[in-house]
């Protein structure tokens, strides 16, 4: 059953929302998520300039602006069309409560059972699920997956290695722990396909995945994720389509968590989380070009750590196997017996020690009642940083 039934429009709105709204809703909201611009409108309007095939010109500029006028006005309209919909179900399934008064619990509208039952088969729209008011959390039963005592083990040590899974409580680990299946990838298997609907996200216990992307109709890999590391979970994060084409590059294991468990165990503290650290990084100069999924991974390889005045977080002459960036606080440098560098929030440092596989050239000490450094491995530096190691390598005012 669609979406749409039980709302109160007539057939031909119905087919018309269906067949003409919500193909354009789902395929520019999944762009809108993925890019998640600090300007929605804008980016929905250029979108859909884009879509519509018009390109501005200096003959045109006239014809363009009353074409973004309109555009307006019909984003207004898509957006006065969501909010009826989910008007209409609130006053009908209000109008079913007032009439069951006398029951102990309220039923949902039998127009809406069918569409909530085959969530599990098949998932809705984008746009219904972004959106819609009949995207509610149900009674949740935690799935149990037998294992063995060696399987658990194995699987909690992976989920402590990810960011997303290693804060958990003890309590929620056990039932994520329980719930995940594990999964076995010969070298060539496709896990998952870039613009499909998603239902489970999987961490890396050994092995390697490639990640590709469609771009200029030619497949790139864009990322290689390895132990420890997540992957498909931005449809369940953001409610989107698959946002690259996942390949095993080795025989690999995996641990797969389905959506439900994720929503109501890991996905409110993941979802802070990096929205959290995303938003510090867009300050941090180093980092602020790039773009929002690389950003977000970025994100997750952070590690916070705490330290107090007079604390030293690196030492003069020792190996380095970490890079940093300030959150909170101020630290300065020492190279000697002198004083070389001050660091503030914002900055970083840590990355000569490993662009050159050379001990830190000096120490870093706090000097604010308390400082919060975010912390990042070699292995995850060397990945995600990459890009930008040739910039790193200019910063000679850089001493650590």
């Not at 984003?75 to 909010?83: A, F, N, P, R, V």
């Not at 008011?133 to 399987?151: F, G, L, M, R, S």
């Not at 030293?312 to 940093?324: A, H, S, W």
Request: aromatic fraction near 8%; glycine fraction near 6%.
């Amino acid at each position: 059953m669609s979406v749409v039934d039980g709302l109160p429009f007539a057939e031909d709105k119905k087919k018309y929302i269906l067949d003409v709204l919500d193909p354009i809703l789902e395929e520019m909201v999944s762009d809108v998520l993925t890019e998640m611009p600090k300007v929605p409108l804008d980016f929905m309007i250029a979108w859909l300039t884009k879509r519509s095939g018009l390109a501005p010109s200096a003959s045109s500029q006239k014809s363009l602006m009353q074409r973004n006028l309109q555009l307006k006005q019909e984003l207004k309209q898509l957006t006065g069309s969501l909010e009826e919909a989910g008007q209409a179900i609130d006053t009908h399934e209000a109008h079913e409560s007032e009439e069951e008064e006398d029951d102990d619990c309220e039923e949902i509208p039998e127009s809406f059972k069918k569409s909530e039952e085959s969530m599990g088969k098949a998932r809705q729209s984008v746009s219904a699920e972004a959106y819609g008011t009949w995207n509610q959390k149900k009674a949740y039963t935690p799935p149990v997956i037998a294992k063995t005592d060696e399987q658990k083990d194995r699987l909690k040590k992976t989920l402590l290695k990810s960011f997303m899974f290693s804060a958990l409580e003890p309590k929620d680990m056990e039932i994520i722990t329980m719930a995940m299946k594990e999964c076995n990838f010969a070298e060539g298997l496709k896990v998952i396909t870039e613009g499909e609907d998603g239902d489970f996200l999987f961490v890396i216990e050994s092995g390697a995945l490639n990640c590709t992307k469609n771009i200029g109709g030619e497949d790139k890999v864009v990322k290689t994720v390895n132990t420890g590391d997540v992957f498909g979970e931005l449809a369940l994060l953001y409610n989107c389509p698959r946002a690259a084409t996942v390949v095993a590059k080795e025989a690999s294991v995996c641990w797969q968590l389905d959506r439900e468990s994720f929503n109501h165990i890991v996905k409110d503290a993941a979802v802070a989380r990096r929205n959290k650290y995303d938003q510090f990084l867009q300050s941090v100069t180093l980092i602020s070009s790039i773009d929002a999924y690389e950003r977000s991974q970025i994100a997750d390889a952070l590690v916070p750590e705490v330290y107090n005045k007079g604390d030293t977080i690196v030492n003069q002459d020792e190996p380095g196997d970490k890079f940093y960036i300030i959150e909170e606080g101020s630290l300065y440098a020492n190279k000697g017996d002198k004083r070389v560098m001050d660091y503030k929030v914002g900055d970083y440092f840590g990355e000569l020690a490993l662009l050159k596989n050379q001990p830190r050239a000096c120490s870093i000490i706090v000097e604010s009642d308390t400082c919060k450094v975010l912390s990042m491995t070699r292995n995850s530096f060397n990945k995600m940083l990459g890009p930008l190691q040739g910039l790193l390598s200019r910063q000679v005012m850089n001493y650590a």
